[in-house]
């Protein structure tokens, strides 16, 4: 479905979020961060980027939509590791999400993008902090 040129183009994209992350890492009290995990760093800071983009390409959506991306991409991550694997890491992530989630949200790391289930009635997936009641 990708041409040559559009996989170039998001692997040139890969690489300069990977030198711009492996740069915020070195310079945070990060230091010492395991060479797979500056590579996760990068990669997720690459595809929110990206979903970000393909998200609000699909508005309007609902909860539906949502819950529907996490597991297809959950699973698509999943699904690269060996078959043996696969009901084991299921069960890991679905421990984790949770807090993992809490932990993105609060840290700011979240995606930032907007949900609506109409025309014209989309509103941020979640409020600044000016906004918070």
């Not at 990206?50 to 508005?59: P, R, T």
């Not at 991550?77 to 299921?90: L, V």
């Not at 609060?106 to 997936?125: C, Y």
Request: one cysteine or more; charged letters at 25%; glycine letters at 6%.
């Amino acid at each position: 479905m990708m041409t040559n040129d559009e996989k170039e183009a998001v692997g040139a994209f890969f690489e300069r979020v990977k030198v711009e992350t492996d740069r915020r890492l070195a310079a945070s009290k990060q230091r010492g961060v395991p060479p797979q995990m500056a590579k996760v760093a990068a990669a997720q800071n690459a595809l929110r980027g990206c979903m970000e983009v393909v998200f609000d390409h699909c508005l309007p959506y609902d909860q539906l939509f949502v819950m529907e991306m996490a597991i297809r991409l959950a699973s698509y991550a999943i699904s690269s590791a060996p078959i043996e694997a696969h009901k084991k890491m299921c069960e890991l992530v679905a421990e984790a999400l949770p807090g993992a989630l809490e932990r993105r949200v609060r840290e700011g790391i979240a995606m930032h993008t907007q949900w609506g289930t109409g025309p014209g009635d989309a509103s941020p997936n979640i409020p600044s902090k000016g906004d918070i009641q």
